[in-house]
């Protein structure tokens, strides 16, 4: 897995995420990059199964060097596509199980996973096995929604759910969390009390657009020092720039407004981290992919930062 120069045009060979080898062993990778093609709790337009593919493609697009981190993420890291996790079709407690196994085997061999969704339910069973490592985790959620619904049609876990069922399990520490980007019409006027309760960090897109990067920094300095997992629903971002998604907002996060919140929490101990919530059926011109690519390529900078930031400087 030594740092490759680019040998062949970036179009051509077997498409993996970010132009990465291929592994089915991630003993001694640093971070394994994994498909999770589920979309079985999506509660309107599905269709997130086939992210996976098509961020692999799109991100064919990505280079080598991160020039705002000053980061080689490939050269300093060892990071590998180590494919992905199969999931049942329908039967979404046994997905979930399923991935809370694949995950635990990454995060047991100190393997950071990097998983790209399918849908928001994923984020439950991956936090599942990341607590069972690191304990309750700080959180930096950026979602257009809280995912906090409680029931949906009799259905416990769904992608409205995970943060409300990761509260039950005590698999967050949410003196220690922030959702950004939160906006859109509600069900009622007591939908956001329930993260209020738990002392949940809100910042909402409207909020945010106000923060410079310095202030966002300062506003999310709470979360140094524990171990954190990092939650990108691409719905974070406005439809402009995501249309592939299956419950757009409108009033979101530009792309660089995206960006700056993940450089934002530079120098934290990121274990985990998932991207999810493209819908390739609603995508136009791969914009949401090409997007999706992006920020995994800016999580995997970012790491490698973080990562160099506490050598030199402490956590
Ligand atoms: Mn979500
Ligand atoms: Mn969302």
């Known amino acids: 897995l030594d740092f490759q120069p680019i040998r062949a045009p970036r179009f051509s060979q077997i498409a993996t995420f970010l132009r990465l080898p291929h592994v089915q062993d991630i003993t001694g990778l640093d971070i394994a990059v994994l498909g999770v093609p589920f979309d079985g709790g999506s509660t309107y337009r599905p269709g997130s199964r086939f992210a996976p593919r098509e961020i692999r493609q799109s991100s064919s ?4 060097y991160n020039p705002v981190l000053d980061v080689y993420p490939f050269k300093d890291l060892r990071i ?3 494919g992905d996790i199969d999931v049942p079709i329908v039967n979404i407690e046994e997905a979930l199980s399923r991935i809370t196994a ?3 085997t990454v995060v047991e061999a100190g393997v950071l996973p990097l998983c790209v969704g399918g849908d928001h339910s994923i984020s439950l069973p991956i936090l599942r096995a990341v607590a069972r490592r690191y304990g309750p985790v700080a959180l930096l959620h950026v979602d257009a929604h809280q995912d906090m619904w409680d029931d949906t049609f009799g259905n416990r876990y769904t992608h409205s759910s995970p943060f409300r069922r990761a509260a039950e399990e005590s698999l967050v520490d949410f003196q220690h969390a922030v959702q950004i980007g939160i906006r859109g019409s509600l069900a009622s006027k007591n939908d956001l009390d329930f993260a209020r309760e738990h002392g949940v960090k809100t910042i909402s897109a409207r909020s945010l657009a106000r923060l410079g990067p310095v202030e966002l920094r300062n506003e999310l300095a709470f979360l140094r020092g524990r171990p954190l997992y990092v939650s ?12 592939g998604t ?12 995206a960006v700056d919140v993940l450089h934002a929490v530079l120098g934290c101990k990121i274990v985990g981290a998932d991207i ?5 059926p609603y995508d ?11 920020i995994l390529f800016e999580i995997v900078s970012l790491v490698a930062a973080s990562r160099r930031h506490i050598a030199h400087q402490g956590p």
């Not at 697009?61 to 080598?64: E, I, P, T, V, Y």
């Not at 990108?232 to 249309?243: K, L, Q, T």
């Open 284 to 294: 136009h011109g791969c914009v949401t992919a090409v997007l999706a690519a992006n």
């Open 246 to 257: 299956g419950t757009p907002e409108i009033g979101g996060l530009t792309s660089r407004e």
């Open 232 to 243: 990108f629903d691409i719905d974070s971002v406005d439809p402009a720039y995501a249309p």
């Open 61 to 64: 697009l990505m280079r080598r």
């Open 102 to 104: 694949a995950i635990q």
């Open 276 to 280: 999810v919530e493209v819908s390739p």
């Open 80 to 82: 590998a596509d180590a």
